[in-house]
């Protein structure tokens, strides 16, 4: 069975962790070069991506993972994971970094702080429907070609993706993990076990 490894530097680490054991995946916390070289996929949660981003490139974490996202990876980012992963960040600090793993362009708190968390129901291709739950969550503004929308969202601003797949990176706005439903994480987890 795969090994599902959440990023356990910032953010909401326990709850991944109890998804994923939820839908019967294997799983271990990575802090480390060493744990990262035992997992077969990871999950990067939901937090603050300038907490994270500083506590990857301070762990050593940064290049090896970059290395591993080139070869394939597997890899789903909530929300913060999503702006690390993605290819631009709009409202960045200035000298925020991303992975480029996803190519899409987010906007850090998009949704706008008055209306910094809210729940909708999603409706996620291949799933059905998922509550979504947005705090102070990214905003997709544009995705590449090559990048497939499961759900989009119109919060009165225009319909905007709030998760994506490019290959094995896999992004969504809101947070899977924060709610009773363990869709999402079913999905991923069987998608690296077949
Ligand atoms: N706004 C946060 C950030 O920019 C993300 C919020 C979240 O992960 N809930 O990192």
């Known amino acids: 069975m795969p090994l599902v490894g959440v990023l356990a530097l ?31 996929a990871l999950v990067i949660p939901g937090g603050e991506s300038t907490a994270i981003s500083h506590l990857l490139t301070t762990s050593g974490l940064r290049d090896v993972l970059a290395r591993k996202l080139d070869e394939h990876l597997p890899v789903f980012g909530t929300c913060a994971g999503l702006i690390l992963l993605s290819s631009h960040i709009a409202d960045g600090r200035s000298d925020q970094w991303s992975f480029g793993a996803l190519d899409v362009s987010v906007r850090r708190n998009g949704y706008g702080r008055q209306v910094a968390s809210f729940e909708v129901p999603l409706a996620v291709d291949g799933v059905g429907e998922v509550p979504g739950v947005f705090i102070r969550a990214p905003r997709i503004d544009a995705i590449g070609e090559d990048v497939e929308v499961l759900a989009s969202l119109d919060h ?12 094995s990176a896999w992004g969504c706005s809101f947070h899977p993990e924060l709610t009773s439903s363990d869709a999402i994480h079913d999905l991923f987890v069987r998608s690296i076990s077949t």
């Open 10 to 40: 910032q953010g909401d680490v326990r709850e991944h962790v109890r998804a994923l054991q939820r839908v019967d995946a294997q799983v271990a916390t990575v802090r480390t070069v060493e744990q990262l070289d035992e997992i077969d």
């Open 156 to 167: 009165g601003d225009g319909e905007h993706p709030v998760f994506v797949r490019q290959g």
